[in-house]
């Protein structure tokens, strides 16, 4: 079984910063791709931000420039710093990870989701 654990998120003011984590664990022989999702309610889940296991990265048109995913692979997490922060940042973020696990099933797992606001 694998988890995923965000934190991070929280309540902040318009050109403000957070740093989102999550951290996987479990049965995990190998992660792929990792990523940022957000959902606001009525509104369907939108990728922020995805990272794969050499590096590289994409970004949501709406948050280049602003928002900066990592990842460490030793300690199987992955960060999601947000900058310059807007109302409209505002939803559930949620962690994601592509994961093959020691039995050699490759699995699409999901934290829990944290709550980011921004409002003055």
């Known amino acids: 079984q694998v988890q995923l654990v965000e934190s991070g998120g929280g309540l902040v003011q318009p050109g403000g910063s957070l740093r989102l984590s999550c951290a996987a664990s479990?049965?995990?022989?190998?992660?792929?791709?990792m990523g940022w999702y957000r959902q606001v309610p009525g509104k369907q889940r939108e990728l922020v931000a995805h990272?794969?296991?050499?590096?590289?990265?994409s970004y949501a048109d709406s948050v280049k420039g602003r928002f900066t995913i990592s990842r460490d692979n030793v300690k199987n997490t992955v960060a999601l710093q947000m900058n310059s922060l807007k109302p409209e940042d505002t939803a559930v973020y949620y962690c994601?990870?592509?994961?093959?696990?020691?039995?050699?099933?490759?699995?699409?797992?999901w934290g829990q989701g944290t709550q980011v606001t921004v409002s003055s």
């Open positions: 994601n990870a592509d994961i093959r696990d020691w039995d050699g099933v490759d699995l699409v797992s």
């Open positions: 479990g049965s995990i022989f190998s992660i792929y791709a």
């Open positions: 990272i794969t296991s050499g590096g590289s990265t």
